[in-house]
């Protein structure tokens, strides 16, 4: 593994903990994405150096200062029917330099941070297929075709799917995730061991998946359809959250 490979999930890493931990937190962080995106030194691909500058520092810690309130408004916005809403007052906290769209333009697609800059050999799952690998196809293609890709969805997969599979030299797993099938062991099946990014879209799986995943492996990041109200999206970001601070120590 090249030492560059190594800065740059360092870099997806860091930004990964950003949003994380500042969902536990609640530090402001759009004055600090405003001040990178407008910094006039900026080379926009050092993110590290960026956050160690001492102003950004400074940022932090005001924004720390009103996280408790940020809470309370989130939690009561997780009240409240409309999902809308309730994202409204969910604060942008990390900064990613290359935002790119992968797949779809509508539903399907998702912004991906620095796809080409994934760790070589790196490992993507896409979870919940039914048929539709727009997404897949084309973040195999952003990460320069040398990542492993492994599918799963409920179903067997028709024809054509399989063969842009095999084509792509991925696998997959036709069984419920999780009940079936976990993620984990489609990792141990596979003899992967981190995964660069993870899609999932499985219907109200998403609430006794992830967290056994998160909570052994290192997942640099998540693109997540989360059903149900704005409580259960909650429940779902404090999920992650939680299992991701414990991650920072090993950071
Ligand atoms: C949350 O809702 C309660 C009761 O509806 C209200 O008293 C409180 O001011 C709200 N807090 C925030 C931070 O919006
Ligand atoms: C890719 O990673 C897998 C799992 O860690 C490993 O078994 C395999 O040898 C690696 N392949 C290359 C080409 O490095």
Same mark, same amino acid.
């Given at each position: ?19 994380? +931990? ?28 960026? =956050? ?10 005001? @924004? ?24 409204? #007052? ?6 990613? @330099? ?12 998702? =912004?991906?941070?620095?796809?080409? #800059?994934?760790? #070589? ?15 897949? /196809? ?21 024809? !054509? ?22 993620? !984990? ?13 993870? #899609? ?11 967290? !056994?995943? +998160? /909570? ?36």
């Amino acid at each position: 593994m090249t030492r560059d490979s190594n800065n740059c999930s360092l870099i997806t890493l860091l930004l990964f903990f950003l949003l994380l +931990i500042s969902i536990t937190n609640y530090f402001r962080f759009r004055n600090i994405e405003l001040y990178l995106t407008s910094s006039t030194n900026s080379d926009s691909s050092d993110v590290v150096a960026h =956050y160690q500058q001492e102003s950004i520092k400074q940022l932090r810690k005001n @924004a720390l200062l009103t996280a408790e309130n940020d809470r309370k408004i989130l939690f009561n916005a997780s009240r409240l029917t409309n999902n809308q809403d309730f994202y409204r #007052k969910v604060v942008e906290e990390a900064y990613c @330099a290359q935002k790119e769209r992968i797949g779809e333009k509508g539903d399907g697609g998702k =912004y991906v941070c620095n796809p080409k #800059k994934v760790k #070589k050999n790196c490992t993507l799952i896409s979870s919940g297929l039914n048929n539709q690998i727009g997404f897949d /196809k084309h973040i195999y293609e952003a990460t320069g075709r040398q990542c492993k890709i492994l599918g799963a969805d409920i179903y067997q997969q028709e024809q !054509p799917t399989r063969d842009a599979y095999e084509q792509m030299n991925g696998e997959l797993f036709a069984a419920k995730i999780p009940n079936e099938i976990t993620i !984990p062991q489609i990792l141990e099946k596979t003899g992967r061991i981190d995964v660069e990014f993870l #899609k999932i879209d499985i219907e109200k799986g998403e609430f006794t998946a992830l967290e !056994p995943l +998160i /909570k052994d492996y290192f997942v640099c990041q998540i693109f997540i359809e989360i059903h149900g109200l704005p409580s259960d999206h909650l429940r779902m970001l404090q999920i992650i959250a939680k299992c991701v601070s414990l991650f920072l120590f090993i950071f």
